[in-house]
């Protein structure tokens, strides 16, 4: 994953979440479900203007449900 794979959707969560992290979660999740770690394939940090900043950082203990890849570069 590199930051040209930053969609719209997570630029704008995190111009929501200034000073936090955004999540790249795998599965169809709503927004009061509960994500299991093994669901978040990783993250990016979002500095205090709610820019996405630096790496993706992968998650270690991601888990790709049976069926899934990763979408194409």
Same mark, same amino acid.
């Given at each position: ?10 630029? !704008?969560?995190?111009? *929501? ?7 790249? =979660?795998? /599965?169809?999740?709503? #927004? ?6 093994? !669901?978040?394939?990783? *993250? ?7 820019? =996405?900043? /630096?790496?993706?950082? #992968? ?15």
């Amino acid at each position: 994953m590199t930051d040209r794979d930053v969609s719209p959707a997570l630029v !704008a969560e995190a111009r *929501a979440r200034p000073g936090g992290w955004v999540y790249q =979660i795998v /599965g169809s999740y709503g #927004p009061q479900d509960a994500v299991p770690p093994t !669901a978040i394939q990783g *993250a990016w940090k979002v500095d205090d203007n709610g820019e =996405i900043e /630096g790496e993706f950082i #992968p998650n270690p203990n991601f888990v790709a449900p049976p069926g899934w890849t990763p979408p194409a570069r």
